[in-house]
């Protein structure tokens, strides 16, 4: 038996076919002419020595032995895929592709992003706003910005920010809301994207804290902090606000934290990215640059009252 593959057009042109059961889709997406894909196929099958292809009215199916070649096809030519965009990122020293959650790109990334444009102009920054997991030798991103526990053992991960809560309000709010009492009445403000969090920084955890009774039942629930941060500042409610999502509105007094009691959780953010591109003279340039502006919210730390979610939750248990 003969081992030799067939040419890389032809198998590109069988994988392209495959997936799309047209020879005429296929032609499109390789923009060839539909005699030449055919031609590719043609020229596989005698490569083979059988049919890949069943040639029905208007119709095409696989035979068994384009069944077999599938799964091969189309793994090969994925790994191809991403090994060009590997090759492609090792040699490229202008562009980052940057992830980070949509809260976070929202509220924290997009506002400095001027900073370092103005610092580095010779670099040219692209941002995907998601919080699915990534494998960088397949997805064309350069740097992760994620927050939680850290599972990072396959990548390059350097911590940047220490989360904590605390109640945070609109100043006109916080003229009625003067203890921590008063937040019984008050319309509290719910964010659903830490609920996967344990222990818990959630209102009831921070009322615990407080010593006071369970939280009032309802308010506002908002999917992402940013929403939540957003309805606080038109004075809707009071958010149990994230430092590393609210430090500019804080710091620019939109925002006020009347009580100096805060939740401490083990979840931070991290700069993720492959092992050794942390080396690479653009990527350094950008992970020290964002671990720069950072230090602006350890200002914020100043005067404040920390308990970890993690003893209240003991506290709870015991009870």
Same mark, same amino acid.
């Given at each position: 038996?003969?081992?030799? !593959?067939?040419?890389?057009? $032809? ?11 047209? %020879? ?10 539909? #005699?030449?894909?055919? %031609?590719?196929?043609?020229? !596989? ?32 030519? $994925? ?17 980052? +592709? ?8 929202? =509220? &924290? ?7 370092? #444009? ?12 998601? !919080? ?31 989360? &904590?809560? +605390? ?8 003229? =009625?809301?003067? =203890?921590?009492?008063?937040? @019984? ?9 830490? +609920?996967?969090? =344990? ?6 955890? &921070? ?56 939740? +401490? ?11 050794? @591109? ?31 979610? $993690? ?9």
């Amino acid at each position: 038996m003969n081992d030799r !593959l067939p040419p890389l057009t $032809a198998l590109r042109a069988f994988d392209a076919a495959a997936r799309h059961m047209s %020879f005429a889709k296929a032609a499109d997406e390789l923009n060839v002419t539909p #005699a030449a894909l055919s %031609f590719q196929i043609k020229s !596989l099958e005698d490569h083979l020595g059988a049919p890949v292809f069943r040639r029905l009215n208007r119709a095409i199916e696989l035979t068994e032995a384009g069944r077999a070649l599938v799964p091969g096809t189309r793994d090969g030519f $994925a790994s191809l895929t991403a090994a060009w965009r590997g090759a492609r990122r090792v040699t490229d020293s202008s562009t980052i +592709t940057v992830t980070a959650g949509p809260a976070f790109t929202a =509220k &924290w990334l997009a506002p400095r992003m001027f900073a370092f #444009a103005q610092d580095h102009p010779e670099i040219e920054l692209r941002f995907t706003a998601t !919080l699915r997991l990534l494998d960088f030798a397949r997805d064309d991103v350069d740097v992760a910005i994620r927050f939680g526990m850290p599972h990072d053992e396959d990548a390059f991960a350097r911590s940047i920010i220490r989360e &904590w809560v +605390t109640p945070m309000m609109s100043p006109d709010l916080a003229a =009625k809301i003067r =203890k921590p009492e008063d937040l @019984a009445s008050a319309t509290l403000l719910h964010q659903d994207d830490v +609920t996967f969090l =344990k222990p818990s920084i959630q209102w009831a955890a &921070w009322f615990a804290a407080a010593g006071l009774g369970p939280p009032p039942a309802g308010g506002l629930r908002f999917s992402q902090a940013d929403h939540a941060l957003d309805s606080a500042l038109t004075g809707t409610g009071v958010v149990l606000g994230r430092v590393s999502l609210a430090a500019r509105d804080l710091a620019e007094g939109r925002l006020v934290m009347p009580f100096d009691l805060s939740l +401490t959780t083990d979840a931070h953010y991290r700069l993720i990215c492959a092992n050794g @591109a942390e080396k690479r003279p653009h990527i350094k340039a950008f992970l020290d640059w964002v671990e720069g502006q950072t230090t602006e919210i350890l200002s914020l730390d100043e005067g404040r009252r920390f308990v970890s979610a $993690a003893a209240v939750e003991d506290t709870l248990s015991v009870r």
